[in-house]
């Protein structure tokens, strides 16, 4: 029988979600573990086989010096590497810290800051290594999780759509918030994957899938603008999430 | 010869990144540090200037096992701060979305972190190897409080559905009748579990706690309640911070909480138990004294059964609400924004959370506080390995390691949320 598929899952700053959402494969975790190893997840196991690995999943951003050593090593080790969520591929709500000066962040949160050892910035993984595929979301969506390992544990390549949530919503036959009710919706400009859920609970998307590619942020600005959202706001809804995504970062930065 | 280390460098099975260094000399412990060195997020920084509609989602990243849990306490602290109350059946719907974050994180903790430790398994999929109907039993149960969570708050990790006054939108009664069927079999297999993991060898080891839990004239807590605690504290969830505080300590990203009286306590499913019993549901009373439990439990290595119960009891729960369910006429309340002061503390899976948010005449957060529970139970674990080791310092070194993990793994510890991290280290000189 040939071997086994190694898979590793990694860890950085992050909430756990995103490899929480492998855990909640409940029908399919069983059958994914016959046809892999599961060689290293730290959260499911106390057994760690070690490296090289076919596939790594890294959640979480970039945010301590010691960190910017370890993604180094999991590059290293891992023949496929992707990025699962919106921390790993953006930076994560983490990533605020990142528009004003780290110290007084830490000096709100902790009585000593000498103990605390931390960059100025939060970062993605492809800030510094070769990232093999992103994966969006906070928190990513399991049917795409299942689809991306499947794909590069059997080469081939992760059928996982790029258009916008604004066409999911289309295509869920939903009625155009932003038009019929005046809901600030950011669907136009983020990358699909969600179904446009939020849409469907009559609510304006706030963009937690990041960026979809070569959008037009400012576009989408003006209409807001036109609805009567402040420019602050404007500024919030491009500022979560996914805040140092560039398209969003440039936009959010328009509205200093 | 008569010392050694324990080391731990990245625990396992445990949300978040910590660790554990334990040093014994002469047959004495002398040194026991839970090591979290998850990187710190500093969420109470960043919330201030957003804008008090956002907190819920915003405090729901710190921790994606439990954001209901960020959800619930947000909405309640800054419903608390505008003075006003969501009553009726928007209440009921949101008590039904914590029983499934409680069904869902019990159920991961139980079958998929702990159970593993009782059985000595590395993990429960090498336990799915021999126990497969087992593991899928606990998938099954896992499901249905994943289930809950989808439907009334519209995905299971960070749900998109939730506001301050509210929801965006609300289920229908036949939504919730489907919903029913599921979690009727869901409870048979929460019967299943708790009578399972009753029959475990339990090491023994009771403690003298002092328990903290929140309660409710007539309800098991979720939501809401006054803070109680096993010595006599009945206090009003604003006075807070008269009796607790948290200390900064050099080892640790998270802070570490303590009684203004310097003493440790206890926050989760022991001390809910023990100081709620009596409004469990009959079935759940009837269950936990069948097995042979007290109305109090204070050995943590018996949480798992605990766990288990409140599953059955969230399960209960959750059915009496979808049976009188009324679809609300209004999905969320009307708010006026105000300058004022928030409190909020909800039982969180993992034990009491507490938020407190100040906010200025456009509703923007000037100021943010956030307790969740491991912080508040690391001193507590702490003293539990400080006691729980000396009597077993014959053991071999990778045995009584293991043991030490799952004295850690008793509190189901979310390190993601005490930093808003755990990695085990026993020095043995
Ligand atoms: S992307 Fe969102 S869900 Fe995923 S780890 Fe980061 S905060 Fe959690
Ligand atoms: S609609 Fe937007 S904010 Fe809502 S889940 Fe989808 S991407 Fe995230």
């Keep these: ?256 | 010869m008569t010392s050694k280390t324990i080391k731990v460098d990245y625990l396992a099975r445990v949300e978040g990144e910590g660790g554990l260094y334990i040093k014994v000399k002469d047959e004495k412990v002398t040194e026991v540090k839970l090591k979290i060195f998850e990187p710190p997020r500093f969420f109470e920084a960043f919330l201030r200037g957003r804008n008090f509609t956002e907190v819920p989602d915003i405090t729901a990243r710190i921790c994606g096992i439990c954001p209901v849990a960020y959800q619930m306490s947000a909405v309640h602290a800054m419903e608390n701060a505008l003075g006003v109350r969501v009553d009726g059946q928007l209440r009921e719907l949101r008590r039904l979305l914590y029983c499934g974050e409680w069904i869902e994180s019990h159920t991961l903790h139980v079958y998929m972190l702990h159970a593993p430790d009782f059985l000595g398994y590395q993990s429960s999929i090498h336990m799915a190897k021999d126990f497969p109907d087992i593991v899928k039993q606990g998938l099954e149960l896992k499901k249905a409080g994943n289930e809950i969570v989808r439907v009334v708050g519209g995905r299971e990790i960070h749900p998109i559905n939730v506001r301050v006054g509210g929801f965006y939108k609300i289920p229908s009664k036949k939504d919730l009748l489907v919903l029913a069927e599921k979690l009727k079999r869901a409870r048979d297999l929460a019967l299943e579990t708790v009578k399972w993991v009753a029959k475990f060898n339990f090491p023994d080891f009771t403690q003298d706690y002092l328990f903290v839990s929140l309660a409710h004239e007539n309800e098991y807590p979720f939501n809401e309640g006054r803070i109680v605690s096993s010595n006599g504290l009945n206090i009003d969830i604003k006075e807070y911070e008269d009796y607790f505080v948290e200390e900064h300590v050099k080892h640790s990203n998270a802070l570490h909480s303590q009684m203004k009286t310097g003493e440790n306590y206890f926050v989760g499913p022991l001390a809910r138990y023990s100081l709620n019993f009596d409004k469990l549901s009959p079935l759940t009373k009837e269950t936990a004294l069948d097995i042979g439990l007290s109305k109090t439990c204070k050995n943590p290595f018996q949480s798992i059964i605990i766990r288990s119960l409140e599953i059955l009891y969230a399960l209960d729960e959750a059915l009496r609400i979808i049976n009188s369910y009324e679809t609300p006429e209004q999905p969320a309340i009307k708010l006026e924004i105000k300058s004022s002061k928030g409190y909020g503390a909800t039982e969180a899976p993992r034990g009491m959370i507490y938020h407190h948010y100040k906010i200025d005449d456009d509703g923007l957060v000037l100021e943010a506080k956030i307790v969740p529970p491991t912080s508040q139970n690391q001193k507590t674990i702490e003293r539990d390995l400080w006691n729980f080791v000396p009597d077993r310092l014959d053991l071999p070194l990778d045995e009584l390691t293991w043991q030490c993990e799952q004295a850690i793994r008793n509190y189901d510890p979310c390190i993601s949320c005490a930093t808003h991290y755990l990695k085990l280290t026993l020095d043995k000189e």
């Excluded at chain 1, 700053?13 to 573990?33: K, P, R, W």
């Excluded at chain 1, 892999?36 to 106390?46: P, T």
Aim: charged share 20%.
């Design chain 1, 1 to 256: 029988m040939a071997r086994k598929p190694k898979l590793a899952v990694w860890k950085f700053s992050s909430c756990d979600g995103c490899q929480l959402s492998l855990l909640d494969c409940e029908d399919e975790l069983l059958a994914l573990a016959g046809n892999i190893e599961i060689a290293n997840f730290l959260e499911a196991s106390r057994e760690v086989i070690k490296g090289p690995y076919d596939l790594s999943l890294v959640e979480g951003s970039i945010t301590t010096p010691h960190d910017l050593k370890r993604i180094q090593e999991v590059r290293k080790i891992s023949k496929f590497l992707v990025t699962i969520g919106a921390c790993a591929t953006a930076g994560g709500i983490q990533a605020l810290r990142n528009f004003q000066s780290v110290s007084d962040f830490i000096s709100i949160v902790y009585a000593t800051p000498e103990y605390i050892s931390t960059l100025e910035q939060s970062t993605a993984i492809s800030s510094h290594v070769k990232v093999d595929f992103e994966l969006h979301g906070c928190p990513i969506n399991k049917e795409q999780l299942v689809e991306v390992i499947s794909a590069f544990l059997f080469h081939r390549k992760p059928n996982i759509p790029a258009h916008s949530v604004c066409m999911e919503c289309k295509l869920a036959g939903n009625v155009c918030i932003l038009v019929s009710n005046g809901v600030a919706c950011l669907g136009p400009v983020t990358h699909a994957g969600c179904g446009a859920l939020c849409p469907s609970y009559n609510r304006g998307c706030f963009g937690c899938y990041g960026a979809k590619e070569n959008t037009n942020t400012s576009s989408l600005s003006n209409k807001l603008y036109q609805l009567g959202v402040k420019n602050q706001d404007i500024q919030k809804l491009f500022r979560s999430y996914n805040a140092y995504t560039p398209a969003f970062l440039k936009e959010s930065k328009a509205h200093d």
